[in-house]
């Protein structure tokens, strides 16, 4: 079983636990169960609403969670310490109107498939480690202001600032160095076929 799945049962089975009071019994949660969770699987296709904000779950959200919870509706993982990207399969559930990400160490650009989620209605992904152009489709919904991506230092895009000159000099520098790269490639490939 990949690192994925066990996330992934682990994660659904403390939904359908009884609210615990944070720290030590979060832990308690995801070890205790860990051995027999796949039964519980077929039990949260209905699952409306996750809410495991505040714990101390590490790691990727897995992808595959969204295919799992077609009808989901409101997503809370808020100040916890997943990292790696936002995954685009989000956009699956149809249904999503909350999703409240805010507090952890998400890195990456946010999907643009997100933009695709008519029904949201509560949109926070701040004090990550975001980067890149926020959605055009997501940004300028109004009801989602600056506070709902503030504290990305890569982020940028209405309702952010634009682009920072830092970035610029940065994507610049890499395009200088893809342009030389490429040059000398050409060169020795010329030098091959001419020498
Ligand atoms: C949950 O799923 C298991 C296995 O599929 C089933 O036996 C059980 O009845 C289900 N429980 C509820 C409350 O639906
Ligand atoms: C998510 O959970 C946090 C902590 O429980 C809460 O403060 C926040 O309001 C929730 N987000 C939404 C959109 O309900
Ligand atoms: C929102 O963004 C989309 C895509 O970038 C654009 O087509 C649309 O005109 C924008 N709407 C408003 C109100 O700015
Ligand atoms: C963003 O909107 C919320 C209400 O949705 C409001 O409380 C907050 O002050 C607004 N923040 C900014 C920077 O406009």
Do not use: W
Not at 106 to 122: D, T, V
């Amino acid at each position: 079983m990949g690192v994925y799945t066990l996330l992934l049962l682990a994660l659904l089975t403390c939904a359908i636990l009884p609210q615990s009071t944070p720290d030590p019994d979060d832990e308690a949660c995801l070890t205790r169960l860990r051995g027999s969770l796949s039964p519980f699987l077929s039990n949260c296709t209905n699952l409306q609403s996750l809410d495991l904000s505040s714990n101390s779950l590490a790691g990727p959200i897995p992808p595959a969670a969204a295919a799992l919870l077609p009808n989901l509706a409101a997503l809370n993982l808020s100040s916890n310490r997943l990292s790696g990207p936002i995954p685009p399969q989000l956009s699956l559930c149809a249904y999503l109107n909350v999703i409240d990400l805010h507090n952890n160490l998400l890195s990456g650009e946010i999907p643009q498939q997100l933009g695709l989620l008519a029904r949201l209605s509560a949109f926070d992904v701040s004090n990550n480690r975001l980067s890149g152009p926020i959605p055009g489709l997501l940004g300028n919904r109004t009801r989602f202001n600056a506070s709902s991506y503030e504290g990305n230092k890569g982020l940028y895009g209405y309702p952010l600032p634009p682009m920072k000159n830092k970035g610029v000099t940065i994507l610049g520098i890499v395009g200088i160095g893809l342009g030389s790269g490429l040059l000398s490639l050409v060169l020795s490939f010329g030098l091959c076929v001419f020498g």
